[in-house]
């Protein structure tokens, strides 16, 4: 039963993903060819998996549960940054305030 409930999952996680990053428009955003080809992969990826689990050759083991949750967590990611796959693989810019050049780590 547990095993039915991933695999579902999962098939609708690889959807998610698959449909999200081919949606992606730039919009002015930079074009990097590295970038595309990893979200051309990922698709691939994704999209080999929904086919395995519709052909029933790919079940998802109980014990597998962690891989759900990150393929969940990624694909949210994914989500979140607009399909935008460089969004989600760079760090967001922290904010400077400029104290620990102007002090020299002094006052700390």
């Known amino acids: ?4 409930i991933l ?10 993903l698959f449909v999200r990053l081919f949606t992606y ?3 002015g955003a930079r074009f990097r060819r590295g970038m595309s080809v ?3 992969v990922v698709m691939g990826c994704a999209g ?11 079940h998802i083991p109980a014990p597998a549960w962690p891989l759900v949750v990150l393929l969940a967590v ?7 940054a607009s399909g935008n796959l460089a969004g989600v693989l760079r ?10 050049r102007r002090r020299q780590g002094i006052g700390r």
């Not at 039963?1 to 039915?4: A, D, G, K, T, Y």
């Not at 990624?74 to 979140?80: E, G, K, P, Q």
């Not at 760090?91 to 620990?100: F, I, L, M, S, T």
Request: with cysteine.
């Open 38 to 40: 990893a979200a051309v």
């Open 91 to 100: 760090p967001e810019p922290q904010p400077w305030d400029g104290v620990d």
């Open 48 to 58: 080999s998996a929904m086919i395995e689990i519709l052909q029933g050759r790919l």
């Open 7 to 16: 695999t579902q999952l999962v098939f609708w996680l690889c959807a998610v």
């Open 1 to 4: 039963m547990v095993s039915l």
């Open 25 to 27: 428009r730039r919009d």
């Open 74 to 80: 990624f694909a949210w990611s994914v989500w979140r």
